[in-house]
């Protein structure tokens, strides 16, 4: 077998593969180039008819499908595949004009040098048309499994990462010095509450913490913002004439983003505990460690429930 004859052979099962898939037109497209070829190939003539037909017959709908009863063969009997019947082709009606340009004249099958580099020409058409799709399918599943890898090896790598067995990492270290920043806060405002039967206002906080601790307690990263825009700092918001509070910051994780962590009254019930445009609300800040957020809005009276 020849060269010529491998590749039409590969171009056939590429076609038969299209008829598979339900892509009659390309079936029959390609068929009309393997029989400029081969005007007498009997596979091509065999594939160019199904998928005419298929393409001629209307669907079936999904109802007949699954009324149509099963036929089970009796236990006791073998079931015996019949005998393949070969059918002879049916020669194409002449005056049908598609298929009439896919009968052989007996001008085509006087081969002359010209025929023969036509035919080549042909060939490479076909071939041209069928290897980009392999290479389609080969390299999209090559990207997918590289894709999914990459994916892997960077779930692996958090993961390894994570549990590395090294010494803190910066951002663990500043959350562990925030959850303790915060419950020192909380203390000082419960003895502040024992000692004066509420919270102290906004305009009281700063003081207090300087009074009860020595300094104002500033956040590790205050004056800076997180990669989503929320900025760092300790906020203070009282409510209910001074009865209940929330005392937040945010805790940063490996990407640069960070969440915020709080204690006090439920946040559910105070979604604004860290707007600073409530006068309700205020960004912990003092020794000169850090400033409040460039951006504010202008200050909301809080509603008192």
Partial sequence: MDNEEVTITQALNQIQSWLNAGNFEMVIQG???????????????????????????????????????????????PVV????????????????????SLTPSPQAESASPRVEALKKEKLVHILAMIIP???VVAIGSGV????SNRQSADIIK???????????????TQNE????????????????????????????????????????PTDPKQGHNDKSGKFYGYVY????????????????????????WSK??????????????FENVHLISGDGKGTEPTETKPKVKVKRT
Wanted: proline share 9%; glycine share 2%.
């Fill in 31 to 77: 068929c009309r180039e393997i029989l400029s070829l081969e005007p007498s190939n009997q596979r091509a003539l065999a594939l160019m008819k199904k998928a005419m037909e298929a393409a001629a017959a209307p669907a079936m709908p999904a109802e007949s499908v699954a009324a149509a009863p099963l036929e089970v063969a009796p236990a006791e009997q």
């Fill in 81 to 100: 595949a019949p005998a393949p019947i070969i059918t002879p082709v049916e020669k194409i009606p002449s005056n049908d004009p598609l298929i009439a």
């Fill in 133 to 135: 799709a392999i290479l």
């Fill in 144 to 147: 997918i499994w590289t894709i």
């Fill in 158 to 172: 958090d993961v390894a990462e994570q549990n590395k067995p090294q010494g803190p990492k910066e951002y663990l």
């Fill in 177 to 216: 010095e925030r959850v303790k920043t915060l419950t020192q806060i909380a203390e000082v405002l419960e003895e502040f509450k024992e000692e004066n039967g509420r919270y102290p206002a906004v305009s009281q906080i700063d003081e207090a913490l300087k009074t009860a601790l020595g300094s104002i």
């Fill in 237 to 260: 918001a009282v409510y209910n004439s001074n009865t209940e509070y929330i005392i937040s910051a945010i805790f940063e994780d490996s990407k640069g983003f960070a969440y915020p």
């Fill in 264 to 277: 006090g009254a439920n946040i559910s019930e105070h979604p604004e505990y860290r707007d600073l445009s």
